[in-house]
């Protein structure tokens, strides 16, 4: 019998071993609700699409660094692991010394593997503080754009917010009324960065239904909560939220429902918001019957619901979807007013919280004993960009841009190193991306597979897969550490990014490598970053495993923090002694420091701004770029979990029967989806629940049959239609999520995917041989 090892992934600890038709993954027992995304894995370790050794295109290794037309299906030359560490290390010290850390961007994103030590973000970044003494960073998320920056001004840390004031177990206990505006969907809480020991919200959903509990989805998309919770499904128009919430803060303030107390002692600016409310400055009052002709809600619907949230215990809950979208500030600073006028804020289970279900390690305990991490190192570099800034930075080099009321300066990047993630899958608007890349001098990639992302760079080290290198599993709001343990030797030449970027560091000299190895093999690291959980264990006088046990019985069990309701409860508790963090040090209904910034699209308070780019004639259906339920982003996209979820072979394209029978679509039928940035093929499913299109769709341009689109995409990626512009002058984060389109049969011929192609390869001769 072959042999099975323990393991660990974003989307779920599993066994793995060698079958004979591929990987065998089973799931951990521990799991209540194991992720079908770990079927993607079986057949990863050898895929065709596998980058097997270190690859240059051939355009930079004849001509050299300099910006290029880097076209996705240009050749490339296959070389030495010698070859591609002196190359790179010649251009590290070209960059350094000639601009310095500043024409340095690390566009790491993270996702690669559930390990802290072989985390592919942290060992890049930390290569490049050790290297070049620091290098222009991205600031929050794709996820979290605008609210991870904007909640620390209204209400608190934005990871205290969003982990660890609102619990499960208390929403079990206490929540009579829970409004989710954006939904609970199980696909977005399969997820954990780190890793996940058990998938507990569905479960805990169905125990608050079944004790009563009732659950409002509002949101376009009817299963963005399981069907069998019974919630009552509010299908808004996409992008309106902000007008409900509102019109139901209009409603509790016009029939003297608001708890005039709590905004009193715990919040600061309500009466300009009761002011706005009531349309003194811009032409009308927020009713019910305005927002109706605004999101499609009757108006006594509002109305009900609104009274509903002062008359039972409440928690409103957003989602992230809500702020990755044009004025994507507004839904989440109309929520928090909406439940501070409720009133029920740091009551256990109640109140307010932020993207709960949006990763598996929401409305848990946090672990009270450090789990394993590698340190980054101290980067020097003081330029940075919000993370969805990538073209415009790349594009527009010295011009000004501001963030949080900061002026700043895109940087000259000459230098582009990714590791750990694909830009050509989550950012926007990919025919902009594809050219702004193209202005750099050399463009590094470090991956395990020939992804759109892959093919685009200049210099491509192949990176082993998790099962093939030895690693840990854990994250701070899950109580499991996982041994996650080598199945088998690296395909081809592939190295871990550790011992890729060790051997760059080599070539760099003896100081670089020093100063990223500390003189450290991989395994010396797992054993140092091991002790300091082993150490605090047995402070406790808990269990306390040496490193040799603790591997060979692949994980221990971490103590939690008692269950509370964290910052939030100490501030209701005693808003004196357990003051915000905000600069009035309460609830910011009204912020003066954001008002103070002038920008006419995020004034000092939420207001309704309708998006600047509405249906038209020519693009009359909105399109939702939803998260994928088959894969994590665009990893795996072809394994068998995610192939199986596509129609014809391409990203699922879902339209509700009206729609349909308009466009004269059925079942199975491909549809060309288009509009102002591009076009893409998709497979058509109709169903009553919603439009959309699922992300992660491998990138594959091709020749547009029709010559008519920007960029055309074969294989269904949703970024080819969605417009690369920050949600505002505030923060700049990503606002991917809705756009709009047109959608039409197509009937000419399909053109083969190759998407998953590796690029062609040519001999290191001046006349080259395509292989």
């Known amino acids: 019998m072959t042999r099975k090892v323990i393991h660990s992934s974003h989307w779920g600890a599993y066994y793995a071993r060698q079958g004979k038709d591929g990987l065998d993954i089973t799931p951990h027992e521990g799991d209540r609700a194991p992720s079908e995304i770990l079927q993607n894995m079986r057949g990863a370790l050898d895929h065709p699409a596998r980058v097997l050794r270190p690859a240059v295109r051939q355009s930079w290794l004849r001509r050299g660094p300099g910006p290029r037309d880097r076209a996705i299906g240009?050749?490339?030359?296959?070389?030495?692991?010698?070859?591609?560490?002196?190359?790179?290390?010649?251009?590290?010290?070209r960059v350094r010394s000639a601009h310095g850390p500043e024409a340095v961007y690390g566009g790491s994103y993270g996702w690669a593997s559930a390990g802290r030590f072989h985390h592919a973000q942290s060992q890049v970044h930390r290569f490049l503080n050790t290297a070049f003494g620091g290098y222009v960073s991205g600031v929050a998320s794709y996820s979290a754009g605008a609210s991870a920056p904007l909640l620390p001004r209204l209400i608190g840390n934005y990871t205290e917010i969003s982990r660890n004031t609102v619990s499960w177990k208390h929403i079990e206990a206490e929540t009579e009324l829970f409004l989710s505006f954006g939904g609970l969907p199980p696909r977005n809480s399969a997820i954990g960065n780190g890793g996940v020991s058990d998938h507990i919200e569905h479960d805990m959903m169905r125990r608050i239904a079944a004790r009563g509990g009732v659950f409002h989805l509002v949101s376009p998309i009817r299963d963005d909560i399981p069907d069998d919770i019974g919630a009552t499904w509010h299908?808004?128009?996409?992008?309106?939220?902000?007008?409900?919430?509102?019109?139901m803060a209009y409603v509790l303030q016009d029939e003297g429902l608001a708890d005039t107390a709590f905004l009193k002692d715990y919040c600061v600016?309500?009466?300009?918001?009761?002011?706005?409310?009531l349309g003194n400055a811009d032409g009308g009052p927020r009713t019910p019957v305005w927002a109706e002709t605004i999101t499609g809600i009757p108006a006594d619907t509002i109305a009900t619901l609104a009274r509903d949230?002062?008359?039972?215990?409440?928690?409103?809950?957003v989602a992230h979807a809500l702020q990755r979208a044009e004025f994507g500030e507004q839904p989440v600073w109309a929520a928090l007013a909406l439940a501070a006028m409720v009133g029920q804020i740091g009551l256990k289970g109640r109140g307010f919280t932020y993207a709960l279900g949006s990763l598996a390690h929401t409305g848990r305990q946090r672990v009270s004993v450090p789990i394993p991490v590698l340190s980054q190192g101290i980067n020097r570099c003081a330029a940075f960009i919000p993370v969805a800034a990538i073209s415009e930075m790349l594009l527009n080099p010295g011009a000004p841009f501001r963030f949080m009321g900061q002026k700043q300066t895109y940087p000259d990047i000459?230098?582009?190193?990714?590791?750990?993630?694909?830009?050509?899958?989550?950012?926007?608007?990919?025919?902009?991306?594809?050219?702004?890349i193209g202005r750099v001098d050399t463009f590094v990639v470090q991956e395990q597979v020939w992804t759109a992302t892959a093919k685009s760079a200049d210099i491509v080290l192949p990176i082993s897969f998790s099962l093939e290198r030895d690693d840990f599993g854990a994250t701070r709001n899950d109580p499991r550490l996982f041994a996650m343990q080598r199945l088998c030797a690296p395909s081809g030449e592939a190295r871990s990014d550790y011992d890729a970027l060790s051997a760059?560091?080599?070539?760099?000299?003896?100081?670089?490598?020093?100063?990223?190895?500390?003189?450290?093999?991989?395994?010396?690291?797992?054993?140092?970053?091991?002790?300091?959980?082993?150490v605090a264990l047995e402070a406790m006088g808990l269990d306390a495993p040496d490193f040799d046990r603790f591997w060979q019985d692949g994980s221990i069990d971490l103590p939690c923090h008692p269950d509370s309701g964290g910052f939030l409860e100490a501030f209701r508790n005693d808003p004196q002694e357990h003051p915000l963090g905000t600069p009035s040090g309460k609830i910011e209904i009204h912020s003066r420091e954001i008002a103070g910034y002038g920008h006419d699209d995020v004034p000092g308070l939420p207001v309704w701004r309708p998006h600047q780019r509405p249906p038209n004639a020519d693009y009359p259906l909105?399109?939702?770029?939803?998260?994928?339920?088959?894969?994590?982003?665009?990893?795996?996209?072809?394994?068998?979990?995610?192939?199986a979820a596509k129609v014809a072979g391409r990203e699922r394209l879902r339209l509700n029967p009206v729609d349909a029978a308009r466009l004269g679509l059925r079942d199975g039928d491909m549809a060309r989806v288009e509009n102002e940035c591009g076009a893409c093929l998709a497979g058509v499913q109709i169903t009553d629940l919603v439009r959309d299109l699922q992300t992660g769709a491998w990138f594959d341009p091709q020749p547009d049959p029709e010559g008519a689109a920007r960029v055309f995409c074969a294989h269904g990626s949703a970024n080819v239609l969605t417009h690369d512009k920050g949600t505002s002058q505030l923060t700049h984060g990503c606002s991917g999520q809705i756009g709009r389109v047109n959608v039409r049969k197509w009937t000419g011929p399909i053109p083969r995917l190759r998407a998953f192609d590796p690029p062609p390869f040519i001999s290191d001769s001046p006349e080259g041989s395509a292989s």
């Open 74 to 93: 240009d050749p490339f030359v296959e070389v030495s692991w010698d070859t591609a560490a002196s190359l790179l290390a010649d251009e590290v010290r």
């Open 235 to 247: 299908a808004i128009r996409p992008g309106t939220d902000t007008a409900l919430m509102l019109a």
């Open 269 to 277: 600016g309500y009466e300009r918001f009761r002011s706005s409310l």
């Open 309 to 317: 949230l002062v008359r039972k215990r409440t928690l409103i809950s």
């Open 414 to 436: 000459r230098l582009l190193w990714w590791a750990g993630g694909n830009p050509f899958h989550h950012h926007q608007e990919l025919h902009r991306l594809s050219r702004a």
């Open 504 to 534: 760059v560091a080599a070539a760099l000299g003896p100081d670089e490598h020093a100063a990223f190895t500390e003189g450290r093999s991989a395994a010396d690291w797992l054993r140092h970053l091991y002790e300091p959980t082993r």
């Open 622 to 643: 909105v399109l939702i770029a939803n998260a994928p339920e088959s894969k994590l982003h665009s990893q795996l996209d072809f394994g068998p979990t995610s192939t």
